[in-house]
């Protein structure tokens, strides 16, 4: 199973003291749909994939809730453990967005990725 997340954060003139975080927006899940469903019961949203048979895999599912460590919590209570991770990351300057000259908005896109033997 594979945890993806984007993230965002502003980093100004006095960094890093000035950064300002934006909470987790989404949770995505991938992997085969029958174990996304054991790990994750009822807090696993399939609106997006309604229909996808167990057996088959999907990467579009994502989580109910905005808290990795309470994703990671059900992937170990279910045997899974992390067996790799990447992130990648942009930067852009911000001041068509409102902000200072100085001032520049990074995104990232994390990957966890779990097995169970």
Known sequence: IT??????YTI???APADAKF???ARITVCGKTALAKEVFGETLNESRDP????ERYTARYY???NFLEQAFDRLSEAGFRMAACSSTGTCAFA????GLADDK?????TEYVFCRE
């Open 3 to 8: 945890i993806g997340y984007r993230g965002s």
């Open 12 to 14: 100004g003139r006095e």
């Open 22 to 24: 934006r909470r987790v």
């Open 51 to 54: 229909d996808r048979p167990p």
């Open 63 to 65: 989580l109910k809730f």
């Open 95 to 98: 001041p068509e967005q409102g």
């Open 105 to 109: 908005i990074w995104t990232s896109y």
